[in-house]
């Protein structure tokens, strides 16, 4: 027998379509409003499926995914929540609950891809230069290769590249992505220079007799206020072994040969050297240096540091290449000693 006190069945859906201002009208641009009004004594819902939509009451309809049921609204008035946008001039009614579970029910379903993504930046074109294989993406790229072999240059490496990932990349750009690899390997070469006084403190504590002299002048430099700074920056070094001084003064007939190489790195300057011949008729290195320039100035300066520590033995004969300043330097620091110019250069 049917109970007369039967619960009413749950209240339709809105009917599509309204006058003005009904909910039709809104588009996706405007957030949706919708007051969610319970009687008391709603109990929570348990967690559903989120496959149809459930009513508890006569006045409520509530998602079977939600753990609990809105707040009851106080007598102040009703709590007023923001419901998700509709599709450009849909309809409220129109919304499927199959919509709503899609985009409320399952936020697990949005997943995280760990892989790391390999696709060259453009390929199938060798002879166009590509425009997005940047500078770090190549630095990644070239890493290990410089890592086997450090004196892998540009051309190297933008062959490689094209090899491994068909796309062609000019040779500037590779020029920098070595330096930044080389960086990433053996940390900024600009922060070596603040260790130079380390490395003095170091081969004079292990090598007593030996001797790292250092040069810096003072560099001005103005700020974006306007007002003129001063900084010390190195200059030059000259770095002279006990054992190779010593060696050439006990065992070297007394012949130097001195000359200079350019240093083709990101830090320009000359690398020079002063060497002898032992009693084997091999090179026996005395000394060594970085000078900041070929000039006057600058080779007289290492060649005083030369001279504090062999002296100036008797039978001395310095041989020299056409360096700038050279052998004015020569005849200053070593006043009467035979010294002459390499046959090659002059040829």
Wanted: glycine share 8%; charged share 25%.
């Amino acid at each position: 027998m049917a109970s007369s006190a039967a619960e009413p069945p749950p209240p339709s859906p809105p009917p599509p379509g309204g006058g003005e201002g009904s909910a039709s009208t809104r588009s996706r641009s405007t957030p949706v409003v919708v007051e969610f009004v319970y009687p008391s004594g709603v109990p929570p819902l348990p967690v559903g499926r989120g496959e149809d939509w459930e009513s508890e009451g006569s006045n409520a309809w509530i998602p079977s995914g939600s753990t609990s049921a809105p707040p009851v609204p106080s007598a102040s008035g009703s709590q007023i929540v923001p419901a998700i946008d509709v599709e450009d001039d849909a309809e409220i009614g129109d919304q499927s609950p199959q919509d709503d579970e899609d985009e409320l029910m399952f936020p697990e379903l949005i997943k995280k891809n760990e892989e790391v993504h390999r696709c060259p930046p453009r390929g199938g074109e060798p002879e166009v230069k590509s425009k997005l294989a940047k500078t770090r993406w190549l630095a990644d790229a070239i890493l290990d290769w410089l890592r086997e072999t450090p004196s892998l240059g540009p051309t190297a490496l933008k062959k490689k590249i094209l090899e491994k990932f068909d796309i062609n990349v000019p040779y500037m750009r590779m020029f920098y992505a070595k330096e930044m690899a080389l960086d990433r390997i053996n940390g900024p070469s600009n922060e070596s220079f603040h260790l130079l006084y380390t490395f003095k403190a170091k081969v004079e504590m292990a090598n007593p007799g030996s001797v790292v002299a250092i040069d810096k002048h003072t560099v001005p430099y103005k700020l974006e206020s306007g007002n003129v700074m001063h900084k010390e920056c190195f200059r030059r070094a000259f770095v002279c072994f006990k054992a190779c001084w010593k060696g050439f003064l006990d065992g070297c007939r007394p012949y130097l040969a001195v000359d200079a190489t350019t240093l083709h790195g990101r830090f320009k300057g000359h690398l020079v050297a002063a060497t002898a011949v032992d009693g084997h008729n091999w090179m026996f290195p005395v000394a060594y240096g970085v000078l900041e320039v070929e000039s006057e100035e600058s080779w007289t300066w290492f060649l005083q540091n030369l001279r504090d520590h062999i002296g100036h033995p008797p039978g001395l004969t310095i041989h020299i290449d056409a360096c700038k300043g050279l052998e004015s330097a020569v005849e200053a620091v070593f006043p009467g000693v035979e010294h002459r110019k390499c046959m090659r250069h002059l040829v």
